[in-house]
C-alpha cells in the first residue's frame, strides 16, 4: 500500500497528499471528498479501500489517521450544487479542494481515478486507488467516517427515511420510505428515481 509513496519519497518528494470521495451514489446527503498526507515515517497498519473494511475497522483507523497524518482536510458537496454541476465535477471539485485547504502544501498528489489538471501541483490518477495506495485509502476513510456521519445525524432529525441503516443509498427500504415521505432538500433531485417521484408529484399537482 506504501509503494507509490516510497517511491515518490525516493524522488525527493516529502509532502504525498491522497485524495477520494464517497457519496456519488446515494439519492440523498452530501457528497464528501478528503486529501491527506500521511508521514511516511510513522506508517498505519490496515488500510484499504473503506468500502472493504468494517465500520468498527473504519472508525478505529480513522481516529489513527487524524492522529498520525501530517495533514488533512474535508470537503463537503450538497444536493444541490451536485444536481446544479453533476456528480462528477463536485467530486473533482470536492477534491481539488481539499487538496488547497491542507496545512501543508503537498509537492505531489495522488487521486482516486480522477484527473486533477487545474491543480498546479503534480499529480496521479490511479484507477482503483484505494486498494493501491495508503494515502488515498486514508482519504477514503475519513471521508467514508464522516459522511456516515453526517447522515446518522441527519437521521435523528428525519427518522422516518430510515438515514442510519442505509446513509442515503437506494434500498428498498430508502425508496418505499421516500415515495411513503416526500423528497426534501436533502435529495438529489437530478437522480432517479428521486426525478421520476418529483415529476410525478408535478403532474398530480396540476
Given at each position: 500500500m506504501y509503494e507509490f509513496e516510497?517511491?515518490?519519497?525516493?524522488?525527493?518528494?516529502?509532502?504525498?497528499?491522497?485524495?477520494?470521495e464517497v457519496g456519488r451514489g446515494p439519492l440523498a446527503g452530501p457528497l464528501v471528498a478528503a486529501a491527506v498526507i500521511l508521514d511516511p515515517f510513522n506508517k498505519i497498519q490496515g488500510l484499504n479501500d473503506s468500502k472493504k473494511l468494517s465500520e468498527k475497522k473504519r472508525l478505529s483507523l480513522s481516529a489513527e489517521i487524524k492522529e498520525k497524518a501530517l495533514a488533512y482536510e474535508m470537503?463537503?458537496?450538497f444536493p444541490k450544487e451536485i444536481d446544479k454541476i453533476n456528480v462528477y465535477q463536485s467530486s473533482k471539485k470536492a477534491m481539488i479542494i481539499s487538496v488547497n485547504n491542507l496545512s501543508i502544501v503537498p509537492s505531489f498528489v495522488l487521486s482516486d481515478a480522477m484527473p486533477l489538471d487545474e491543480l498546479n501541483i503534480p499529480y496521479l490518477s490511479i484507477i482503483k486507488g484505494d486498494t493501491k495506495?495508503?494515502?488515498?485509502?486514508?482519504?477514503?476513510?475519513?471521508?467514508k467516517v464522516e459522511?456516515?456521519?453526517?447522515?446518522v445525524n441527519?437521521?435523528?432529525k428525519f427518522p422516518m427515511y430510515g438515514?442510519?441503516?442505509?446513509?442515503?443509498?437506494?434500498?428498498?427500504m430508502h425508496i418505499e420510505a421516500l415515495?411513503?415521505?416526500g423528497v426534501t432538500d436533502h435529495y438529489r433531485k437530478t437522480y432517479k428515481p428521486v426525478s421520476d417521484l418529483i415529476n410525478k408529484q408535478t403532474v398530480l399537482d396540476i
Open positions: 516510497l517511491d515518490l519519497l525516493n524522488k525527493g518528494h516529502n509532502y504525498i497528499a491522497g485524495c477520494d470537503t463537503y458537496i495506495s495508503a494515502s488515498i485509502a486514508a482519504a477514503s476513510i475519513i471521508a459522511r456516515d456521519e453526517y447522515m441527519l437521521s435523528k438515514y442510519e441503516k442505509h446513509k442515503g443509498y437506494p434500498t428498498k415515495k411513503k415521505y
